[in-house]
C-alpha cells in the first residue's frame, strides 16, 4: 500500500508544477512521508496520521516562509501600456487638448495634453495612456 502514496506524491508533485502554489508541493511531501513510513512497515492509520501532519504543519510553517521569498523576488514589472509611463518624447504635430503627434518609444503616437498647446520638437513626459492616445506634459 506504501506505494499509493508514492503514487500520490508524484500526481500532487506534477500539479504543484502547473499551479506554482506551494499547496500541492506540501501535500506531495506529506504524502512522501506517509509512503516512507507505510515502506516501513507501519499501519494505515499511522501512515495518514503522518500524512495528515506532515501536511498541515509544511502548509502552515513552510508555505508562507516560501510564498514570501517568492513575492520578494519577483520584480514588480511594468508591461504593455504601463510601461510607457513616464517615457520621454518629442512632439511632431502641435499638442492640444484634442489632439497631436508625438515621436517616443520607436513610433508616433496620437497624443493630447490637459495643459497648454505644446509646439513642434519639445520633450514631453507620457503621463498615462488613454486609450491609444497619450496623454502627455512638458
Sequence with gaps: ??????????VCGIVEVMAVSFVFLMLAIGALAAG????LGASLAVQ?????????ALLFVVRPFLKGRVERSTPDVR???DA??????????IVGERN????????????????????????????????ATAVVSA
Design 100 to 131: 497631436g503627434r508625438i515621436q517616443f518609444s520607436g513610433g508616433e503616437w496620437s497624443a493630447r495634453t490637459e495643459g497648454p498647446s505644446i509646439p513642434v520638437g519639445v520633450e514631453v513626459c507620457v503621463e498615462r495612456i488613454d486609450g
Design 36 to 39: 516512507i513510513a507505510g515502506a
Design 48 to 56: 495518514m496520521i503522518i500524512f495528515v501532519v506532515v501536511a498541515v
Design 79 to 81: 508591461t504593455n501600456a
Design 1 to 10: 500500500m506504501w506505494w499509493m502514496w508514492i503514487l500520490a506524491a508524484l
Design 84 to 93: 510607457l509611463i513616464g517615457r520621454t518624447g518629442y512632439v511632431t504635430e
